[in-house]
C-alpha cells in the first residue's frame, strides 16, 4: 500500500476517511475544553450559556477569572520555578552524560548506559515512592543521630525536583547524546592543531554544535517537568504545582475556570515547542 | 590515560553516578527494605515478608493488580491497533508537507498536561457532557447518558494518553523502509496484506516493541486517567499505592505494594525484548 502501487478506489478512501477520523478523535478533547472556557456559565458544560471573558479577567465572585485567582498564580509560580530548576539540571547532567559515554572507554560503560536507561521503565510512581521513602530514611537518621531536623528532605519543593530530574535527565542525556554522535571530532582537533586548550576547543566549536540539541532537551524537559503528574504526587508538600493544584480542584467538582487554565497552557507549551521546532529548523 | 584524561573522565563520572546511586539505585534498594518490616510495636519492626503475604491473600489487593495488569496490556494492544494506520500513513503514504504537517499534529496534543486531556474526556463523556447531549438529539437516547465512572472510559483515556508515545516509534521505523522493498514485495506476487505480514511488520517491530513497552508502562504507573474516569469499581494498583502511603500512612504496606508494580512491569518488558529479541539500548536509545 504505496502510492506507486494502484488500489481500489473505496479502499483507498476508507483509509482517508480513517485518517481524518483519528485526526478528528485526536483535536476533540482539547478542542472542548478550549471552547467551554468561554462557556457564561458555572459548569464547563452544556447548555451554552453566552460568551465570556470572565473566566479569564474576571474580579468578582462567582467567576473569578486565571488572573485574578491567587492559588492558580501561586501554582503556576511554583511549577515553573520547579521546571526552570529540572530543566537546567537535566541538560547539566545529560551534557556531561554525553560526553562521558561518546568520548571515554571504560569498563562497565555497557551496564552503566542500561542502568542510566532504565528510570524511563520505573513507572514514576514507583520512582516518586522509592524516593519519598529514602529521603525520609536519611531525615529520620539525621535526627536520631544529631537531632538535626533537614526540613527540606520531607515531602516539598527540593524533593519534587529530584524526583522530577531522576527520569527527565535520562531523556536531557538522550537528546544530547545523539547529536554529539553526529560530531566531526576531526574538528575539535583542528582547533587544538591551532593552539586552543581543550576547554576552549569544546566550547568554542563542540558546544555551539550542540546548541540545538541544548535547546531541545531545555524545552522537552521543561514541558515535561511542567506536566508531570505521578512523580510529583507522591513528593509534594505544601506548595502544590500546577497539576497537583488543578487535579485537588478537578475532584471538588470543575469550572470554567479550569478550562481557562487549560487552554492557557495549551497555548503556552504549543508556542514553546513552536519555538523550538523553529529554531531547530533554522540551524 | 592522561592525568588530565584522568581527571576529566572522573568529573564527568561524577554526576552521572550520584545521580544513579542517590536518586535510583539506593532508594529502591531503600523501599525494599521498607517493604520487608513488619511493624511489632509502636518504632519497633521485624523482618519479614508479612507485607508480602497481606498481598497475596487479600483478595481485593491481588484482583487490583491482576486487573490492572490486564487492563494495561490491553490498553496497549488497542493503541498498537489504532496507531499503526495512521503511522503507515503518515510515514508511507503522506508525502513533503503534509507528512510533516500531520506528524505536527499528532505531536501537539502531547505537549499539553496529561490533566488537561483526561479533563477533555470528562466533558465529553459525563452525563450533562456532549456526547450524551448529541446522543439525546439524535433520538438515540430518551434520557442523559452517564458514560463517565467506568472500565470503558479509563480505556478511552489511557488510549488517547499514550497514542503519542506509540506513534513516534512507528512512524521512524516505517519512514525508514525503503519503497522499493514494497514493490518488490508485490512483485514477487505478494498480496497487500502477505506484504504487510512478511515485509512491513518485521520491518517495524523495532518500533512496535519501544511503542508498547512504553505505552504498556505508561498504563501500568497512571494514576490521573483511571482516578479521573473511573468509578467506585474500577479500581487501579497506584491508587492503592496512593492510599496506603498518603491515606493510611502505612508504608511497609506501600513500598511491598510498589516493589510488586516494579517486578511486574520489569518483567513484562524483560519478557517483550527477550522474544523480540531485542536489546533496551536499540529500543529506547
Partial sequence: MIPTIP????????YGAYVVLFFVYLALPLTVVAVFAFNDSQFPSLPWEGFTWNWFFGAERPQIGVFHERGILRAIGTSVFVAVCVSVLSVAVGLSNAFLFNRYQFRGKGLLYVIMLLPLVIPGIVLGISILVFSSTVANAAWDMAEWDIEALRPGMLLVVLGQFSFIATIA???????LQKFDQTLEEAALNLGATRLTAVRTITLP????ALIGALVVAFLMSFENFNTTLMLVGSDAPLTITMFDRLKEGSTPLLNAVSLLLMLGSSLLALAMIIFQRRR | MQPSAKLGFILLLTPLLLWLALLIFIPHVDMFLVSLRERVGVGKYDTSLANYRTFFTEPLYLWTFLRTAVMSVVATMITLIIAFPVSYYIAKIARGRLQSALFLLCL???YVSELVRTFGWMILLRETGLVSNLLQWAGLADQPVEMLYNDAAIMVGLVYTSMLFMMVPLVTTLESLDDSVIEAGYD???????????IVIPHAAPGIVSGCIVVFMLSLGNYLTPTMLGGKDSLWFTELIYSQFIVRFNWELGAAFGFMLLLLSSLIVWGMLKITGQTLEKTMG
Avoid: C, D, K
Avoid at chain 1, 542525556?173 to 547529536?179: D, E, G, M, Q, Y
Fill in chain 1, 7 to 14: 488500489q481500489p478506489r473505496a479502499i483507498r478512501f476508507a
Fill in chain 1, 173 to 179: 542525556s538522550l537528546v544530547i547524546s545523539a547529536r
Fill in chain 1, 209 to 212: 554544535f550542540l546548541m540545538p
Fill in chain 2, 108 to 110: 501537539i496534543p502531547f
Fill in chain 2, 188 to 198: 514477487l506476487g505478494g498480496t497487500g496484506f502477505s506484504v504487510l505480514r512478511e
